[in-house]
């Protein structure tokens, strides 16, 4: 693994960087962000606010750790549920190729695409009102056939090479030869879906809690900044770009990371074979 | 005619092709006959100015005197398809899907303004009625039409503008004898008649012997040796010639020991597949395996002879009790063979795949691939000693047990393979197309092992093979498999010198010889 | 071919019978008793049952179930009970924003993306493929409804090109279209990143096949091997992602009409979020999933279209 790609580097420092900003603002914020302070609204940059403030006297860098945080949170979380339920059932469509179980699951895969995110979070929040937990779920199960797809889609052609039909011979099941033989091969692609599903997850649930869907005050997202900042766009144009900015720097940092990655763990690129 | 003279050829500090000279005359079939990595195909590439962007060329290609090397692109592509055509390997993908073969043919002739599309189509039609398409429509899309078919479309658009030279490499290598037969035949009178010149480019010996007037043989980018093909032949003046040639028609020195005593019964074996659907019904259905009778005694060799689609992949894999049988029983060992057959009876048949790159998970360590067969025994005995005791046995070290697949040429690979098809000493071991993939020499060094292994061991082989000659090398007995059924079967002697069935006779002949007398 | 469709058109069709009996579920079943819910903590009885019997909500659910879909499909989508106006004349009035906006951007997206993938795929390696990798990279990066907002913050207030927000109406269908402009190219740029991206790579991937160096062969140039053999095959995967970014794009028109103040289906929605108007979100994000699916339908019809492999049978 010698010579990493840069965009790797760069990828990987910018989301270590928000990852930490993340970790740090659940033990400490250069301020208190619960208490808002008329006498403090609208600061600009000083060495007390190294940001300046908003129209609620709130700290802009307190808020955009926080909110870094929710929106790491939501996006991860997601991204879990998409995996840990999509992985395995791509896997057992691959496995079961043919079958009523892989049609089952296909059709299943299609319906989930046919709710974007933003409608089943519209759906959950309608009965159950808005909450980080609803936006999480929303994106989750956004992912789920995302992630089922990938791993059909990369399982497929590893089913049709002879060390399947060796597995076969030496009596594995097909749920082994998934776990054993399919899984290994298949994390390259996972991982660079994965990386690139975080990423959208942040900008969902930026969206999601823009339009009032996501996290609920007194947690900070960096959604719900846009949309406060939006009626203050005229007269404090920076409450609006800095947190659009921090989503737009996380994001890239994944992307990159993604891209990266792909090329990192692309075997094509980097084994040679010893031909006779 | 075609001069080339001191070609090299190097991509970034690799040096490909060495000081390369051949001469093609007019209307001659020269064949280029190398094994993998031996820089035959960079040589046709070289001419038709479609290298690589990284490659570098010295020397000089003339054409009737222009240097095709030192031809600007805009030259080269008013000579290609007009001048000089070429035709490739892999017919299933050298057509684009989403065109018709009419349009592609007519393509050759509008791309050079030598005709509208009407008169383009027309030539066309002509040109898929030379090559045996008179039945084939112009509106039809590659997908509808066999490898054999879509070879010859392929044929048809080159030929479209009567080219100086065809170049075609290695163009029956994916077909199947008696596809590989028509189309070689097709080549040979469209070259005389055409009075075209024919660059062919192939890894089979017995494929240029009956073909070419001259050859040159080429050995890791150099040219070994070059003349009129019964010459070179029949001299064998370079050792690369000699040993190429000693390996194509190598034998392997086997013991026959053949017991009375069946291993394996195949018994009334078929196998059914549902009919593809015509509207809401489905057709008749398909019978892959329609019927197979045979035994399969301890300790012989027994071929399993048959072209793609005829069966005996599907045979294959209700031996290995993979997939279930329609009807009829499968036994080893007097047990019955189906998918849920008891672990301990698998140990018993292990088998062998043609592609030593797909053989193995990439991810795996060698120590760890060896060992999985020992999944099937209740009480298996200590790994590691026993892998180092198999690599031992296909002449691999133990050491290389701490490696991954990949560090390993295809040979190696294949003698991987049998180490971990050997591993539970089984007393059958299935040979599907297990040397098909492999250069001759190579291949002849692996057909030794098994006859050693066969003999060390007393194990019974069914060897499955679409290649003649290898059959013949190394089996005792032979069955001839055709669309699902056995249609002859016999001691292999008897089989290759005295065919009884139409089928057999027709493969026999197919089949390239290379029967020269010194 | 006509196999193909009909086989697409069952599918089409049992997709939307599942999304509507998940929608129903989700918004008839969960919540217990609809009538209570919409009424809030607060109500009386008497409240309750009047809206009830208003909802026809005492039949049994299979009953409610296909009363819905029935009135659907003959254009009766209920009456809101917040505005006390029919859903679907509320429908009518917004769709005539949020459809065309979602087109409009479908467009820009699809115009802008194919040619820079193809730019991209054709130069690969050299300085004009960076340059676009890395201006498509900060396009995924960028939210479109933040993005809506530095348009106006420059368009609007700076430069007063357009207007900040607010739709006229269809009367003027010049002015119409010049106020969903901006919203248009916020929603459209994000997804011509990733098109672009998708295009490119598909384009390689063709570049590489057996039927281009065939084409090759045959004496044509790069550049009409690329646009012969090439293009055609490299639409395939792309048709796939315009399909999906449909939906991508009707979601995000919703979120955009906030920016804009467009009285869209978006506004409609979350104003009936907020008032628990369980009829116009139940309506709404059916038709929408609706559209979703129709879409999905013409795009599989269209690959048949490009790919003969699929028309057989």
């Known amino acids: 693994m010698s010579r990493l790609p840069v965009s790797l580097w760069i990828g990987a420092t910018i989301t270590l960087i928000f990852a930490a900003l993340a970790l740090i603002s659940l033990v ?131 089913w049709t090479l002879d060390y399947i039909l060796a597995a076969r011979t030496a009596g594995k099941g097909r749920a082994r030869i998934s776990a054993e033989h399919v899984l290994p091969n298949i994390a390259n692609l996972l991982i660079v879906q994965s990386t690139i599903q975080f990423s959208l997850g942040i ?74 | 005619m075609l001069e080339i003279d001191a070609l090299s050829l190097s991509i970034g500090r690799t040096e490909i092709l060495h000081d390369v000279s051949l001469s093609i005359g007019e209307g001659e079939i020269f064949g280029l006959v190398g094994e993998s990595g031996s820089g035959k195909s960079m040589t046709a590439l070289a001419l038709m100015g479609l290298l690589p962007l990284r490659a570098r060329t010295e020397g000089a290609a003339r054409l009737d005197g222009i240097d095709l090397l030192r ?168 050792p690369y010639t000699r040993a190429l040639f000693a390996a194509s028609a190598h034998q392997p ?20 597949y549902p009919g593809p659907r015509q509207g809401l019904s489905r057709g008749d259905p398909v019978r892959a395996v329609d019927g197979v009778t045979f035994d399969l005694q301890r300790g012989e060799s027994l ?57 193995f998970n990439p991810r795996w360590r060698v120590d760890r691939i060896i060992a999985e067969p020992f999944h099937l025994l209740d009480n298996p005995p200590e790994p590691r000693p026993a892998v180092a005791a198999a690599l031992e046995a296909v002449r691999l070290s133990p050491a290389d047990m701490e490696k991954y697949p990949h560090e390993f040429s295809g040979g190696q690979r294949q003698r991987i393979a ?73 001691a292999t002697e008897q089989v290759f010198t005295a065919p009884a069935h139409p089928y057999t006779q027709n493969l026999l002949a197919a089949a390239p010889t290379l029967e020269v007398t010194p | 071919m006509v196999r193909y469709i009909l086989t697409r058109a069952l599918s089409l069709a049992l997709s939307l019978i599942v999304a509507s009996i998940v929608i129903f579920a989700v918004i008839e079943v969960i919540p217990g008793d609809p009538a209570a819910f919409m009424l809030g903590l607060n109500a009386n009885e008497t409240a309750i049952a009047a809206l009830r019997a208003e909802l026809e909500l005492d039949g049994s659910l299979t009953e409610r179930y296909i009363a819905w879909v029935s009135g659907m499909l003959s254009g009766d989508f209920g009456t809101s009970y917040t505005y006390r106006v029919p859903v679907s004349e509320l429908v009518l009035d917004r769709i005539w924003i949020s459809l065309p906006l979602t087109v409009y951007a479908l467009l820009l997206s699809t115009l802008i993306a194919v040619p820079i993938g193809v730019i991209a795929a054709t130069n690969r390696g050299r300085v004009g493929d960076y340059a676009i990798i890395g201006a498509t990279q900060l396009g995924i990066a960028v939210p479109n409804f933040w993005f ?34 901006l919203p248009a190219i916020a929603l459209a740029l994000p997804q011509a990143s990733i098109l672009a991206r998708v295009m490119r790579s598909a384009l390689i991937d063709t570049l590489g096949q057996d039927y281009i160096r065939t084409a090759r062969a045959k004496g044509l140039t790069r550049g009409q091997a690329i646009r012969r053999h090439a293009l055609r095959n490299a639409l395939i995967p792309v048709l796939t992602i315009i399909g999906l970014q449909f939906s991508f794009l009707l979601a995000g028109a919703i979120i955009i009409e906030n920016v804009f103040f467009l009285p869209g289906l978006g506004r409609l929605i979350f104003q009936g979020i907020t008032q628990r108007d369980l009829i116009v979100v139940e309506s709404v994000t059916m038709l929408l999933v609706f559209a979703v699916i129709v879409v999905t339908f013409l795009v599989d019809v269209a690959y048949a279209l490009v790919d003969p492999r699929l028309r057989r049978g």
């Open chain 2, 303 to 359: 071929g399993l002879v048959g072209e793609s689609g005829c069966g005996k992949s599907t045979l294959t894999r209700a031996i290995l009790g993979l997939d279930p049988v329609t009807s009829g029983t499968i036994t080893l060992n007097g047990h019955s063979v189906y998918p849920g057959m008891a672990r301990a009876l698998r140990a018993d048949v292990q088998v062998v795949f043609q592609d030593p790159y797909g053989s």
């Open chain 3, 148 to 181: 809506a907002m530095l348009l106006v913050l420059l368009f609007a207030v700076t430069l007063q090109m357009f207007s900040a927000g607010g739709f006229p109406g269809w009367d003027d269908p010049g002015a119409a279209i010049k106020a969903l402009t």
């Open chain 2, 253 to 272: 020195e086997r013991a026959g020991n053949a017991a009375k005593d069946a291993i394996l019964r195949v018994d009334n074996v078929h196998r059914h």
């Open chain 2, 71 to 238: 031809l600007p692109e805009r030259d080269l592509c008013a000579l290609r398809g007009n001048d000089i055509s070429m035709i490739f390997q892999e017919p299933m993908t050298a057509l684009n899907p989403v065109q018709t073969i009419g349009d592609q043919v007519a393509e050759t002739l509008t791309i050079h303004g030598k005709a509208d599309r009407a008169e383009a189509l027309a030539v066309a039609r002509d040109r898929l009625d030379r090559v045996g398409l008179s039945h084939i429509g112009l509106d039809r899309f590659p997908h509808e039409l066999s490898g054999g078919q879509r070879q010859r479309v392929c044929i048809a658009a080159a030929i479209a503008l009567h080219p100086r030279l065809l170049i075609a490499d290695e163009p029956t290598t994916a077909l199947d004898v008696t596809t590989q037969a028509q189309i070689l035949d097709l080549l040979k009178g469209l070259v005389a008649e055409e009075n075209m010149s024919l660059l062919l480019i192939t890894h089979d010996l017995a494929v240029v012997a009956d073909m070419a007037d001259r050859i040159a043989v080429m050995q890791r980018g150099v040219v070994v040796e070059t003349g009129p093909t019964r010459q070179v032949l029949a001299e064998q003046a370079h």
């Open chain 1, 203 to 276: 900008l969902a649930e930026a969206a999601l809690s823009y339009v009032g869907l996501g996290a609920q005050p007194p947690t900070s997202s960096l959604g719900r900044m846009l949309s406060e900042a939006q009626t203050m766009i005229y007269s404090h144009p920076s409450l609006a770009v800095l947190p659009g900015l921090a989503i737009v720097v996380m994001v890239l940092g994944l992307n990159l990371m993604g891209d990266g990655l792909r090329d990192a763990l692309d075997p094509r690129l980097r084994r040679g074979r010893a031909d006779a």
């Open chain 2, 418 to 490: 049998i180490a971990r098809a050997l591993i539970t000493r089984p007393k059958l071991l299935v040979l599907d197309e297990a040397v098909s993939a492999l250069d001759v020499s190579v291949r002849a060094q692996i057909l030794d092992l098994l006859a050693d292994l066969q003999g060390e061991l007393g194990l019974s082989y069914l060897f499955i093979s679409h290649d003649l000659t290898v059959v013949r090398a190394i089996t005792d007995r032979v069955l001839v498999m055709q669309k699902g059924q056995i249609v002859e079967q016999g």
């Open chain 1, 28 to 158: 400490w914020t250069p301020h208190d962000i619960t208490s808002l302070s008329i006498a403090d609204r609208l600061q600009p940059r000083s060495a007390e606010f190294w940001l300046g403030t908003d129209q609620f006297g709130r700290d802009m860098v307190s808020m955009l750790m926080e909110g870094s945080r929710t929106s790491i949170a939501v996006a991860l979380v997601a991204v879990g549920i998409g995996m840990g339920l999509g992985v395995p059932l791509g896997l057992a469509a691959a496995a079961t190729r043919g079958s009523l179980l892989n049609e089952i699951i296909m059709r299943g895969n299609d319906l989930i695409f046919a709710f974007p995110s933003l409608v089943i979070a519209i759906l959950i929040t309608a009965v159950y009102g808005p909450s980080a937990t609803n936006a999480i779920l929303a994106i989750g199960i956004f992912n789920i056939p995302v992630f089922a797809r990938v791993a059909r889609g990369g399982a497929l052609p590893i």
